[in-house]
Each structure stands twice: as structure tokens, then as C-alpha cells.
């Protein structure tokens, strides 16, 4: 049974940071693509990060970029993504989802999903 739980989000104040992991579990995780997406009340679930499965490329939504990194231990069988700089539109649930190919920015092509972890950003 594949298993991807989320941990390290809170509630942090406006310029600080957070650092979120994802640890997967029945699964080959060297051989997925991970992403973190994120979703806002009433807003469509939306991607913010990938990286392959090697780690030798990162991707980024231009929202984040330059603030946010994504890193893997396959060691570990766990992806991280830390936040910096963190801004009030960052308030989202946060999800990590696995994808047994090149990563995607498209939610419906991924194979597995985390059930989610809260950030909340204050002003």
C-alpha cells in the first residue's frame, strides 16, 4: 500500500519560513517524479514544485521561485520543500503526489497523493 504523509506545516508570520516533508512509503521512490502542489479555499489545486528522479532538475511555479526549494533523499524515501519568504497568498494546504515518469505540472497525471498538511501565513 503506497503511503505519502506531509508534515511541517503551521502557522508562521509573514517573511518567515517553513520547511515541509513528504515520506513515502510502498513504493519504488527513486523511481518517481515528486511534486508539491497547493490549494486555497475555493481555488483549484495548483502546482508548485518538482523535481525528476535523480534530483538533477528542479522546477518551480513562477510564484515561487527564487523563495521556495525542493530536494529529495532517496536515502529516505522523502521529499522536502522548504519556504522561504513566505507570504500571506502561500496559505494553502500543501500536497506531495508521486508520478512514475518526468514531472508535470498537470495534478491529474500523478499516481499518488498525501493527504495534505496546513500553512497559514499572517500578515
Known amino acids: 500500500q503506497v503511503q505519502l504523509v506531509e508534515s511541517g506545516g503551521g502557522l508562521v508570520q509573514a517573511g518567515g519560513s517553513l520547511r515541509l516533508s513528504c515520506a513515502a512509503s510502498?513504493?519504488?521512490?527513486?523511481?518517481?517524479?515528486m511534486g508539491w502542489f497547493r490549494q486555497a479555499p475555493g481555488k483549484e489545486r495548483e502546482w508548485v514544485s518538482g523535481i525528476n528522479t535523480g534530483a538533477a532538475s528542479t522546477y518551480y511555479a513562477d510564484s515561487v521561485k527564487g523563495r521556495f526549494t525542493i530536494s529529495r533523499d532517496n536515502a529516505k524515501n522523502t521529499v522536502y520543500l522548504q519556504m522561504n519568504s513566505l507570504k500571506p497568498e502561500d496559505t494553502a494546504v500543501y500536497y506531495c503526489?508521486?508520478?512514475?515518469?518526468?514531472?508535470?505540472?498537470?495534478?491529474?497525471?500523478?499516481?499518488?497523493w498525501g493527504q495534505g498538511t496546513q500553512v497559514t501565513v499572517s500578515s
Open positions: 503526489a508521486a508520478r512514475l515518469s518526468a514531472v508535470s505540472a498537470r495534478p491529474h497525471t500523478y499516481d499518488y
Open positions: 510502498g513504493l519504488t521512490f527513486s523511481a518517481y517524479a
